[in-house]
Nanobody, 119 residues
Framework: QVQLVESGGGLVQAGGSLRLSCAAS????????LGWYRQAPGKQRELVAS???????NYADSVKGRFTISRDNAKNTVHLQMNSLKPEDTAVYYC?????????????WGQGTQVTVSS
């Protein structure tokens, strides 16, 4: 089992910045990738950014150049620095841990944190 606890959401004006954090605990040795997803009302959950245990990153086209994902392996945390926020970034943001154990794989999710960007 892996537990994920997010923090850092809130309300910000367009053009502003927020930093999300996610602390992982439990079977952290099984985590191969950490990521942030978001879900806006009436829309499907989508990948925002991810980072592998080796440090490789992946971003949605809509956030490239504005968001930065980073990982602190010593503290078992992953951060999402969000700059130049837009109203369309408004969503519930979820931390995700992709784990493998032998031949099996499993995803874990945090409880979600609301990000609201006002115009």
């Amino acid at each position: 089992q892996v537990q994920l606890v997010e923090s850092g959401g809130g309300l910000v004006q367009a053009g502003g910045s927020l930093r999300l954090s996610c602390a992982a605990s439990g079977r952290i040795f099984s985590i191969v990738e950490l990521g942030w997803y978001r879900q806006a009302p009436g829309k499907q959950r989508e990948l925002v950014a991810s980072i592998t245990s080796g440090g490789s990153t992946n971003y949605a086209d809509s956030v490239k150049g504005r968001f930065t994902i980073s990982r602190d392996n010593a503290k078992n945390t992953v951060h999402l620095q969000m700059n130049s926020l837009k109203p369309e970034d408004t969503a519930v943001y979820y931390c995700n841990a992709h784990t493998t154990m032998g031949w099996s794989a499993r995803d874990y999710w945090g409880q979600g944190t609301q990000v609201t960007v006002s115009s």
